[in-house]
C-alpha cells in the first residue's frame, strides 16, 4: 500500500520503519529530514506531496498545533485530500481538536482515525506500542492492518477523538498513581520506615499497580533517567486540563499534579522521568527517601 | 497456647474464631459481651484479666484512642502485663502513638509488635489477611504462627511502628488511586467516550491496578455498596494527615482526597464503598458516568 508518514521524530521514525520493513511503499514528509534508517522511503517535499502520492497519511507529530498546522497550513494534507483517502493522526493531541479535525476531512469525503499510543521509543522500536483508537468502525478497520505493525494491544474506544480521551483518561491515571506512590514512600521514610520494605510489603495488595511496580522502585533506586520525561507528561496534562475546561469538568487532583510537575521543572527537571515527581513531595517535606 | 483477644468486632471475631478453631484456649474481651461463635472462648471481665489468663495478648479494636484505653486504663493490659508476654495489636492506628505503646510495654519486659491488617470482612472470615507487621525479629517470630492462622500475605517491614506506617502507605494510594480513576473516567464519559469502554482499553497498559479492576468497575456499574466504607478510609486518612502534621511532611493529594471523602459524607455517603469517592468527582463536574 502507498502510505505517507508525516513526522519522523523519535517515535515516527522506528514506526514508519515497521511499515516499510513490512513490504509498504512509503512517502514521508519532516522538516528536519529524512534519517538514514528510511533512505528506502520517498522524501516528499511537504504534507501535501505526501498526500498526493499516498492513499493513507499518518501524523506523528509533538501536540495539537503541530497536527493542524500539517493538516490546514498552507501546503498541508487538506490542499490535497480527495475522497476515499484515510488520515492518522497517531500524535497525543485534544480530543476536542480531534473531533473538529475529523469533521472537516469527512467533509471532503475522507475518513479519520485517531491512534494515540502509549509505550514509547522502546514500545515504538518494538512494535508492542498500545494504540487506542477513534473512529467509524469502517475507518478503523482500515487502519487496524497497520496499527498491527506498529503495536500490540489496540483498542477501538469509539467514534473520532475517543482515541484522544483514552490517552488521556490514563495520562491522568499514570500521573496520579506516581503522585500517590510518592506520597507513601515519603510518608514511609519520614515515619523510620524502609521505603523499599514498604513497597514490597504493599504489592500483590489492593495498593498494587504498575506504577508501584515500576515507577515505585524508580523512586526506591533513586534512577530518574527517562522513561517518559516529565515535561511530555506536562503536555498530555495541559490537553486534559484544557479539555476539561471547555468541557466544564473539575479534576482538582490533576491540576495538582501538573502543578508539582511544574515544581519539578523549577528544579531543572523537565527531563527527569516522571517517577521523579517524588522529588517534589521530598521538597514539600525537606527529606529525600533515598 | 493460651491467647488472649480484646475486641469481637466484625473483624475480631473471625479472626479470633481461627485462633480457637487451631486448637488455642481463648480468653476474650469485648465491652459488647462475646458472641455466639465463640462460645468455647472463656469471657473476661476486662483487659486485665485477658492479660492475667493468657501469655499473649492480640488487640483488634477501631483506633488509636481504643488502643490506648485497652493498654493503659483502669483494668486494661498494663495492669497485669508480666516480663516475658507478647503484645500484639492489630487494629489500624497511629504509627507515632505505636512507637510510645511499644516503648512502655517493653519497659516491663514483654515485647510488642503491631500487624494490622488489609483484606477486610471477607479476609477477616477466609483467613486470608494481608497482615504488615513491626517490631523486633524475636517478637515477629512469636507472633508469626498466629498471623499464619489469620492472614496468607505476612510481611516483616521493620520496628514496632513499622506495620502500621505501611499500612497507612497502603491507604494513602488506594485512595489516590481511586481518585485516579475517578477523575479519568468522569473526564472521558464528558468527553463523549464510554467509560467501560475507556477502562477497558487501559487495562493492561501503565495505568493499570487493582483500583482501576476492581473500583473502576464498581464505578462504572454504579455498585457502590461497601466493600470498604468511606467512613473507615476517612479514618486511616486521619491518622496519616495527623502523623504527617506531627512528622512535618506535606501531603497535598491525601489532604485533599481526605475533603472529596468529606464531600461524599456530606452527601450522606458515609457508609457508601470507598469508590464513591467519584460521585464527588461527578458533583464537581455536575455530571454523572453511569
Given at each position: 500500500?502507498?502510505?505517507?508518514?508525516?513526522?519522523?521524530?523519535?517515535?515516527?521514525?522506528?514506526?514508519?520503519?515497521?511499515?516499510?520493513?513490512?513490504?509498504?511503499?512509503?512517502?514521508?514528509?519532516?522538516?528536519?529530514?529524512?534519517?538514514?534508517?528510511?533512505?528506502?522511503?520517498?522524501?516528499?517535499?511537504?504534507?501535501?506531496?505526501?498526500?498526493?502520492?499516498?492513499?493513507?497519511?499518518?501524523?506523528?507529530?509533538?501536540?495539537t498545533p503541530h497536527v493542524r498546522a500539517v493538516l490546514f497550513d498552507?501546503?498541508?494534507?487538506?490542499?490535497?485530500?480527495?475522497?476515499?483517502?484515510?488520515?492518522?493522526?497517531?500524535?497525543?493531541i485534544?480530543?476536542?481538536a480531534?473531533?473538529?479535525f475529523?469533521?472537516?476531512?469527512?467533509?471532503?469525503?475522507?475518513?479519520?482515525?485517531?491512534?494515540?499510543?502509549?509505550?514509547?521509543?522502546?514500545?515504538?522500536?518494538?512494535?508492542?506500542?498500545?494504540?487506542?483508537?477513534?473512529?467509524?468502525?469502517?475507518?478503523?478497520?482500515?487502519?487496524?492492518?497497520?496499527?498491527?505493525?506498529?503495536?500490540?494491544?489496540?483498542?477501538?474506544?469509539?467514534?473520532?477523538?475517543?482515541?484522544?480521551?483514552?490517552?488521556?483518561?490514563?495520562?491522568?491515571?499514570?500521573?496520579?498513581?506516581?503522585?500517590?506512590?510518592?506520597?507513601?514512600?515519603?510518608?514511609?521514610?519520614?515515619?523510620?520506615?524502609?521505603?523499599?520494605?514498604?513497597?514490597?510489603?504493599?504489592?500483590?495488595?489492593?495498593?498494587?499497580?504498575?506504577?508501584?511496580?515500576?515507577?515505585?522502585?524508580?523512586?526506591?533506586?533513586?534512577?530518574?533517567?527517562?522513561?517518559?520525561?516529565?515535561?511530555?507528561?506536562?503536555?498530555?496534562?495541559?490537553?486534559?486540563?484544557?479539555?476539561?475546561?471547555?468541557?466544564?469538568?473539575?479534576?482538582?487532583?490533576?491540576?495538582?499534579?501538573?502543578?508539582?510537575?511544574?515544581?519539578?521543572?523549577?528544579?531543572?527537571?523537565?527531563?527527569?522521568?516522571?517517577?521523579?515527581?517524588?522529588?517534589?513531595?521530598?521538597?514539600?517535606?525537606?527529606?529525600?527517601?533515598?
Open positions: 500500500m502507498k502510505i505517507g508518514f508525516i513526522g519522523l521524530g523519535i517515535m515516527g521514525t522506528p514506526m514508519a520503519g515497521h511499515l516499510l520493513n513490512a513490504g509498504h511503499e512509503l512517502f514521508v514528509f519532516d522538516r528536519a529530514g529524512r534519517p538514514e534508517s528510511l533512505s528506502s522511503a520517498t522524501l516528499c517535499a511537504n504534507s501535501r506531496e505526501v498526500t498526493e502520492r499516498a492513499d493513507v497519511v499518518i501524523i506523528m507529530v509533538p501536540d498552507e501546503n498541508g494534507v487538506f490542499d490535497a485530500l480527495k475522497p476515499g483517502q484515510l488520515v492518522i493522526d497517531m500524535s497525543s485534544s480530543p476536542i480531534t473531533k473538529d475529523a469533521h472537516r476531512v469527512r467533509e471532503k469525503g475522507a475518513e479519520y482515525v485517531d491512534g494515540p499510543v502509549s509505550g514509547g521509543e522502546v514500545g515504538a522500536k518494538q512494535a508492542s506500542l498500545s494504540i487506542m483508537a477513534g473512529g467509524s468502525e469502517s475507518a478503523f478497520e482500515r487502519a487496524r492492518p497497520l496499527f498491527e505493525l506498529m503495536g500490540k494491544n489496540i483498542t477501538h474506544v469509539g467514534e473520532a477523538g475517543d482515541g484522544q480521551t483514552a490517552k488521556i483518561a490514563n495520562q491522568i491515571i499514570v500521573a496520579l498513581n506516581i503522585e500517590a506512590v510518592a506520597e507513601a514512600l515519603v510518608f514511609a521514610s519520614k515515619a523510620g520506615a524502609d521505603p523499599a520494605k514498604v513497597r514490597n510489603a504493599l504489592m500483590g495488595g489492593f495498593a498494587s499497580s504498575r506504577v508501584l511496580e515500576v515507577h515505585g522502585d524508580r523512586m526506591v533506586k533513586r534512577t530518574f533517567d527517562p522513561g517518559f520525561r516529565i515535561e511530555l507528561h506536562q503536555k498530555d496534562l495541559n490537553n486534559a486540563l484544557e479539555s476539561a475546561r471547555a468541557l466544564k469538568i473539575g479534576l482538582p487532583a490533576t491540576a495538582m499534579c501538573q502543578q508539582l510537575f511544574s515544581t519539578c521543572a523549577a528544579n531543572g527537571g523537565s527531563a527527569w522521568d516522571h517517577s521523579a515527581l517524588i522529588r517534589a513531595i521530598e521538597l514539600l517535606s525537606a527529606h529525600e527517601i533515598g
